[in-house]
């Protein structure tokens, strides 16, 4: 179904909005250019059908503040998207981090925004691979986070293509604890994402507004985001 909401932004803006969120998304280089292929399709045919987005792919800090820099909030909402995206799967790392703050300068925000996130990168050692986010061993109610917690929440949901990005970005529910096992002895648990990530009550939240809107605002069935 196609949605008959009035957005208050242009076509332009979101296909720079979400090509700003796919390049978060591949920041940590976990997708080769056949599942990058993929995302794209999906982005095209399902969440934004009614918007020509052409070939999708990574933007520049230059291209994005042309189009979204001019006004304060539009760059600020962008950025909090951008956020949530970077920490929907648990992990929050160097690359992810890079581009944030590039986005953020080239967006005139200030990127102190982004410090208390830095509080949960874990650095290994060169050789180890990429810094990931030791959420693991953070605690969930430190004073630090709280204002980028707050912050996070102030974001509300006014597009349909995004709210359906959103949607298909952030899980669905906190994945179940598991456990890893070789020849037959525990190696290691890994707890649910909720106890892993301090900012899982705000990728909730968002999920929840997003699945709203597209409900109340815009009609739309959810049933396949549930």
């Known amino acids: 179904m196609v949605t008959t909401v009035k957005s208050p932004y242009s076509d332009e803006q979101i296909v720079v909005w979400l090509r700003g969120l796919l390049t978060i998304a591949w920041a940590d280089g976990h997708f080769d250019e056949e599942e990058k292929a993929l995302i794209a399709e999906l982005t095209q045919s399902e969440l934004v059908p009614e918007t020509e987005l052409g070939g999708i792919e990574k933007i520049t800090p230059d291209e994005l503040a042309i189009v ?9 909402n ?26 953020c300068v080239a967006l005139d925000l200030p990127p102190k925004i982004l410090e208390s996130l830095r509080l949960t990168l874990h650095y290994r050692p060169e050789n180890s691979g990429a810094p ?33 990005f959103l949607c298909k970005m952030i899980p669905p529910q906190c994945p179940f604890e598991r456990k890893v096992t070789l020849f037959g002895q525990k190696v290691v648990r890994i707890p649910p994402m909720c106890k892993l990530n301090p900012l899982y009550d705000q990728l909730v939240g968002l999920r929840f507004r997003a699945l709203t809107y597209l ?12």
């Open 68 to 76: 979204l820099g001019q006004e304060p909030e539009i760059a600020e």
């Open 78 to 103: 962008f950025m909090r998207t951008a956020v949530m995206v970077a920490i929907a799967d648990g992990v929050y790392s160097s690359p992810e981090d890079d581009i944030l703050h590039q986005f």
């Open 132 to 164: 990931t986010s030791d959420f693991a061993q953070y605690d969930h109610s430190a004073a630090p986070l709280r204002p980028l917690q707050d912050w996070l929440d102030r974001l509300e949901v006014h597009d349909p293509r995004l709210a359906r």
């Open 215 to 226: 409900a109340d605002d815009c009609r739309e069935d959810v049933s396949k985001y549930c």
